[in-house]
């Protein structure tokens, strides 16, 4: 049976996690406890599972060794880094999901940290889908969330909406749809080359947090000459805040804003 935080147990002031090996011909030293015989890891590729599904229950059973043993030095050396903080810097191809995905795992399995405390960020729903997929296969039982920025960062917020027990707010999915309508309805000039110009720079002071009162004065500050000028920009940022007021809509780039505020 298992104990009430349903970890599996082990002899009596023996190791939970750790322990030496005492099977004939092997080397001395510890090896982490399995329920099963160490996964072979000649042709080892990124769709093999390094345990097997229904052998493991719990993440203390992946093998840290087994992670990291078909990996190229740089790659283990990106995985197994103590610093909490690690940037890998490479080309396409050069392994990154798998990299980052080991790493995940390693750290749960040496005990370094909590899947249920561990999120995994990328760009595209894409990538994120495939860490899910490849978490899974290494054999980890606890969810990983992982996602694309602004979709963990929507979760979080329509989270906090429903514990104050406000109405979520519609998402925009189109702002060049939103900012047309802006333009139409405040009476402003400029055609399709300002509505473009406009779309570029509010993403630009939006993922650098300025709002539309600094919106001038940093964008002359940063040297920026857009269709139109700073001053007409302004004007649209300003008619694109006031309609998604009104209609109670949010966009993307107010996603991560409000999470952060």
């Known amino acids: 049976s298992l104990p009430p935080d349903g970890r599996s ?9 750790r322990s030496p090996r005492q099977d004939s011909g092997a080397s001395s030293g510890t090896a982490w406890l399995t329920p099963y015989p160490a996964p072979r890891v000649a042709g080892l590729t990124s769709t093999t599972p390094l345990l097997a ?6 993440d203390e059973c992946v093998d840290p060794e087994a992670l990291i043993a078909d990996l190229d030095p740089d790659q283990r050396a990106a995985v197994t880094a ?24 390693y750290r749960i399995a040496i005990g370094d940290a909590d899947a249920r ?16 997929r490849r978490l899974i296969r290494l054999g980890l039982r606890d969810h990983i969330e992982a996602g694309t920025f602004h979709s ?23 702002r060049r749809r939103l900012l047309r309508d802006a333009q139409q309805e405040s009476g402003l000039g400029g055609g399709h ?8 720079e509010i993403g630009w002071a939006m993922a650098r947090g300025i709002t539309v009162d600094h919106y001038a004065a940093a964008a002359r500050r940063d040297g920026r000459r857009p269709v139109g000028g700073v001053e ?28 952060l505020t």
């Open 9 to 17: 147990t082990t002899s009596a002031g023996a190791d939970r996690r």
């Open 53 to 58: 599904p229904d052998g493991c229950l719990y």
């Open 82 to 105: 103590e610093s909490r903080l690690v940037a890998v810097v490479a080309g396409a191809g050069s392994g990154k999901t798998r990299v980052l995905t080991r790493r995940i795992a």
């Open 117 to 132: 405390h561990t999120l995994a960020l990328t760009f595209t729903r894409e990538a994120a889908g495939e860490m899910r």
């Open 152 to 174: 963990v960062m929507l979760a979080v917020l329509r989270q906090r909406w429903s514990d104050a027990g406000r109405q979520a707010k519609t998402i925009a999915a189109d």
């Open 193 to 200: 080359r300002i509505l473009a110009a406009a779309h570029d």
């Open 232 to 259: 007409a920009i302004a004007g649209m940022y300003a008619a694109y805040a006031q309609l998604k007021r009104r209609r109670g809509v949010v966009d993307f780039d107010d996603v991560l804003s409000l999470v």
